[in-house]
């Protein structure tokens, strides 16, 4: 069974976890052009790499940032939102 | 079965990227309905070895829109007739296919769908959970009580199942014979593009000029986007699969469940072939799972409580290039020269004959087939998807 390393819970089996997509900014609604936002909405960048993604721990209501490579499957590490530089 | 050409040409008419069924389908309709032959079909493995050989060999044309009911129905008519076209024996055999209704909201999808179905010709309709067992006795109408009984279902006769290597051993004959390369073990590097147009193929056995590239690579697909530069909402996710150990036949409808994340038939050898919904999160691996085997099993036995002491003979993956509105991405791209067969998901393989023909076509007068003009890359741009979800996946 796969496990993932939540910040707040420690390692967890990965059903405790949902997979919320890769971390995207929004670009700003009132200045971008048509183009921009469908492919904000639509486009995703789905090519083979290490990847900063949004997951939840669903039993304690926890989403944080996991930096993972989609091809080998491995999480390099994992992180609350806004705590990347923070060294625990 | 047809040639193996050791040598690359220098410069080709066209090159597909792709020995899949939808590769080898697009090259046998160029050369035969377009007059196209001097075509080199690139395979980085070996024929079939990508999501042509790991589908659960479904046929069928009850879809939710009228885009997709057109053209997944033109497929099915190519199908009909393919073993004769292509002469080879491609098994195919009717079974009729029920998608199961577990809550009165999924009946009313079904009935929709079978609305749609009706209006274009499909013989599509909704069936009683008495017409169910009739014809499938060995199902547990009650799930084991442990999901909704099953309410009703939609039932389309037509529905197939075939032999989905042979589809493309078919496609790569007919191909051979009328003039195309099949290079297979052949990996495509780069692609190159000047001034908005393609010039060719940077292949690890060397550079070939061509004018026109077709991209058949569905579960690769993100990799030749990224080498043209071209941005597409493609993401990918493992699709898993098994087969039981054979069986004497007792099973001769497609069985399909949403809620229970399930689709199975019996083979031609008599194994149980059964799929589940995509994994739930993005990796471009082929890697299988004790948790897929695990509960999809449980789910098995939930609707066959007889399958009890069968075993699973082996299990596998394949890669799903999933869109937002489960419809495929095909035709013509904003780079000259550069066209998509793509989005293919988890409904590729039913679609084999009509992707191969609509996509020659596009190739040939550089323009989208009227079957697939919907399917374009710029709906999204336009914002006007084709939704299939409720009818292309039971993975919601």
């Known amino acids: ?88 | 079965m047809f040639r193996a050409p050791t040598e690359l040409k220098p410069e080709y008419d066209a090159v597909i990227i792709g020995g899949g069924g939808h590769g080898l389908a697009a090259a046998y309709y160029l050369a035969k309905n377009h007059g196209i032959t001097n075509v080199a079909v690139l395979e980085k493995g070996y024929i079939g070895g990508g999501g042509t050989g790991r589908n659960t060999a479904i046929v069928r044309s009850n879809y939710l829109t009228p885009e997709g009911v057109r053209f997944y129905q033109s497929s099915v008519e190519l199908f009909q007739d393919l073993s004769r076209e292509l002469n080879l024996n491609l098994f195919y055999s009717e079974r009729g296919h029920f998608t199961l209704a577990h809550s009165p909201a999924s009946l009313r999808t079904q009935r929709w769908r079978a609305e749609v179905n009706k209006h274009l010709g499909v013989d599509s309709r909704v069936v009683s959970p008495e017409f169910i067992k009739e014809t499938v006795p060995e199902i547990d109408l009650k799930v084991g009580g442990h999901q909704a009984p099953i309410h009703g279902a939609l039932y389309h006769p037509p529905g197939a199942i075939a032999r989905h290597d042979a589809v493309a051993w078919g496609y790569a004959r007919g191909a051979d014979q009328r003039g195309v390369e099949i290079h297979q073990k052949t990996a495509v590097t780069d692609i190159e593009v000047r001034d908005g147009e393609v010039a060719g193929v940077h292949t690890d056995k060397g550079f070939i000029k061509t004018r026109k590239v077709l991209s058949a690579v569905a579960g690769w697909t993100t990799h030749t986007t990224a080498m043209v530069g071209i941005r597409t909402p493609l993401v990918i996710h493992p699709l898993q699969a098994l087969v039981t150990e054979p069986l004497k036949p007792w099973l001769n409808s497609i069985v399909v469940s949403a809620s229970l994340h399930l689709y199975v038939s019996q083979s031609s050898r008599g194994e149980l072939v059964a799929g589940a919904s995509l994994d739930p999160y993005e990796l471009i691996s082929m890697r299988s799972t004790l948790d897929f085997a695990e509960g999809l099993g449980g789910h098995m036995l939930d609707l066959f409580p007889c399958l009890g002491d069968i075993k699973v003979l082996r299990q596998w993956a394949g890669l799903c290039d999933m869109t937002p509105d489960f419809s495929p991405i095909m035709g013509t791209t904003p780079i000259k020269g550069f066209y998509i067969d793509a989005g293919w998901g988890t409904w590729g393989f039913k679609a084999t004959p009509i992707s191969g023909k609509t996509m020659a076509f596009t190739m040939a007068n550089n323009r989208d087939d009227d079957l697939i003009t919907a399917f374009n890359l710029s709906r999204f741009q336009e914002m006007e998807l084709v939704g299939e979800k409720g009818a292309a996946s039971v993975g919601h």
Not at chain 1, 10 to 33: A, I, K, Y
Not at chain 1, 35 to 56: A, C, D, I, Q, T
Request: some cysteine; overall charge negative; proline content about 8%.
């Open chain 1, 1 to 88: 069974m796969k496990i993932i390393d939540c910040p707040v819970n420690g390692p967890r089996p990965l059903q405790e976890f949902h997979f919320g997509g890769e971390v995207r900014d929004m670009p700003n609604p009132d200045s971008v052009t048509d183009e921009e936002w469908s492919g904000y909405v639509f486009h995703r960048r789905g090519e083979p790499g290490l990847k900063k993604e949004w997951w939840y721990h669903v039993p304690s209501g926890t989403w944080f940032i996991a930096e993972r490579d989609n091809r080998s499957d491995e999480f390099v590490r994992t992180y609350l939102y806004g705590s990347e530089n923070v060294d625990d």
